[in-house]
């Protein structure tokens, strides 16, 4: 097919104008683009894919980026406010402007992927690909072929870090769209505590193509909370997998917050390994226009004794579809398991459309499982009685959106990031809706 | 203050006010009783501006402005604000928040700002003690899991945080304990002052014992058919409505 040549036709451009690298990375490339050839472009005849046009990508004409231009006005009014250790990235070339690790504590590292790849560490090459090989997706394949930037973060056992780690991907509104495809590998060792932070965002008109795998390797007792908070414009292309290994007593929390791109593909897929081993998967998507927003989640209860809780709140208005697809497989003999999946919609317009489909598949008798999904649309009374209150009638709307979004917005403890969501969902709000400061006042007033 | 002109209202095709007249003045208190399925409940429907009632004729005005014409929150910001019959459960919205957030429209379209948190507090902790509502309630979703007196409540804590210039109360008494009719009477009864007024729609006499109204209109088949004082209402609870009907047929 012609569109994959145009893909692989960049990827030997490239080749050429890249230095030696180490043969195992030669090889892993090569591997990525043989098996991007094979699959080529999912279409809808395949499952997973089956709602999810992807020729808006196929198609389009994309270039690499050489160079991370972004005005730096624009990148302060999207990098998220908080105190972080922060590596930046412009179309996936490395942003050093943008970015400040500050001070990391003993027995944490936090790399660039070029930086990693050249120091040809031990523990990248081995880790690198192990979670998400080139058979996952033609988009996993294409990745692993092109990759050059990222990150790689390490953590030493018992290592923790207080700040989150945040990885700003910013898209820019150049003359020609471009693509990236980076890679984020997190190697955490046992009882050792991150939050990492995935930022897609960019600038109006920004018409590109990211295309992410993440992958995460967790020891022992490590904990693990990830945020992924994309909120590019509507003219981007998004595709992404993250990929978590999960040894014994680990926890993994996910909150994947889904906001923009014409066209956003998110698959998260947790192996539960190790006995008391535990992954929450927390995710809202809020799609509006004529966005696509599709989100694919798999946990394997590999071993006895795992726990997975998943609640995924989709919200899509005017023209938007939205597809959530929830996987969990309990393995034989993975007794005494615990795994509960929920997947609530809100159709805004008539127009919108969801597709969501939750899958159970247990092949042990001791379990524990329930899942639900429901569809449905706002309650007009209540509307009405916040209205018939005073309220105008945008913010009653926006506060009954959020409402509904509530039990997943409620986890997220970081506030900066809360306030993104609640802003894109709900439009300007009389104040901050979860109002922790009225409600601790409340609080007193009750033990008074 | 509030006046509903020969107004006739259909829902649904079905026509249910047929040529209702009302005035209610500042400083009264009025009480509309009727039988079931008379229009009582659709009467304040329509001043609070609910949709799908079709005005077919004439009018209603609010302090000299026609109600009509109004966003159901202007209604609201101009102070006319409706007690629900049925208060509608909203997960997810903690009370507190709805309480915060009308006050604050209120205050904006009247070009004060945003009430400060302490002033807010205050003011919240001396109204829900004179409900006497556990401030629990406070941090709950609205009327979410409330009993039935507890709603009614509720919806009088809204009117003595909003302050309304006509407060219309409907069927306000339903579903209270003896207990809980004095606490919300006593609320009501707060509410009255020279320049407001208040119109609730009851079935019982018992709510009337505590607020005495100034004016008792029966409204029977969409239409006013008979008003009168305190008395009135204490001659139907003894009667029943059968020679009221019985006179206004004549
Ligand atoms: N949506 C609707 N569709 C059809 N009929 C309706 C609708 N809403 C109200 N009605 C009818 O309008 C009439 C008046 O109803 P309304 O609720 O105003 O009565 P009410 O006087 O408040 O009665 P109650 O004392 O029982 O509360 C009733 O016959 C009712 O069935
Ligand atoms: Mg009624």
Known sequence: MSEVQGFLDRLSERAAARGAEPTWIAARRQAGAARFEALGFPDRKVEAWKYTDVRGIARGDFALAESADFSPASAAALTLPIAAHRLSFVDGVFAPALSDLGELSAGV?????????AANHEAVGGALGRLAGVDFSPFTALNTAFAEEGAVIRLAPGAVVERPIVLQFLSS?????????????????????ATLIEHQVGEEGAANFSNLVSEVLLERGAILTHYKLQELPQTDHHI??????????????????????ALARNDIVSDLNGQGAEANFFGLFFGQGRQLLDTHTL?????????????????????????????????RDSQKIE?????????????????????????????????????????????FALRARGIDEATARGLLT??????????????????????????????????????????????? | ????????????????????????????VHAIMGPNGAGKSTLSAVIAGKEGYEVTQGSITFDGQDVLEMEIEERARKGLLLGFQYPVEIPGVKNIYLLKAALNAKREAEGLGEIPAPEF???IKEKIAFMKMDASFLQRAVNEGFSGGEKKRNEILQMLVLQPKLALLDEIDSGLDIDAMKVVADGVNSLRAADRAILMVTHYQRLLDHITPDVVHVLVDGRIVKSGDAELAKELEARGYDWVLEESAA
């Open chain 1, 109 to 117: 590292s936090v790399e660039r992927l070029s930086q990693a790849l």
């Open chain 1, 173 to 193: 509104a150049g003359a020609t769209p471009r693509m990236s495809h980076p890679r984020v590998l997190v190697t955490a060792g046992a009882r050792s505590q």
């Open chain 1, 240 to 261: 992404a997998s993250l990929h978590v290994d999960q040894a014994r007593d680990s926890r993994f929390t996910s909150f994947n917050l889904n906001l923009g791109g």
């Open chain 1, 299 to 331: 946990v394997n209860h590999n071993a006895p004794l795992t726990f997975s809780n998943e609640n995924y709140k989709g919200i899509l208005d005017d023209r938007a579809r939205g597809i959530f697809n929830g996987k969990v497989i309990v393995k």
């Open chain 1, 339 to 383: 795994a509960h999946q929920n997947n609530a919609n809100l159709l805004l317009s008539d127009r919108a459309e969801i597709d969501t489909k939750p899958e159970l598949e247990i092949y042990a008798d001791d379990v524990k499982c329930s899942h639900g999904a429901t569809t449905g649309q706002l309650d007009e009374e209540a509307v």
């Open chain 1, 402 to 448: 959020l409402a509904f979004a509530g039990e997943v917005m409620e986890q997220v403890a970081i506030d900066a990031v809360a306030e993104r969501v609640e802003l894109a969902v709900a439009g300007k709000l009389p104040e901050r809706f979860n109002l922790a400061g009225l409600v601790e006042a409340a609080v007193a007033l009750h033990e008074e």
């Open chain 2, 1 to 28: 203050m509030l006046e509903v002109k020969d107004l006739h209202v259909t829902v649904e095709g079905k026509h249910i006010l047929k040529g209702l007249n009302l005035t209610v003045a500042a400083g009264q």
């Open chain 2, 121 to 123: 507090m205050k003011l």
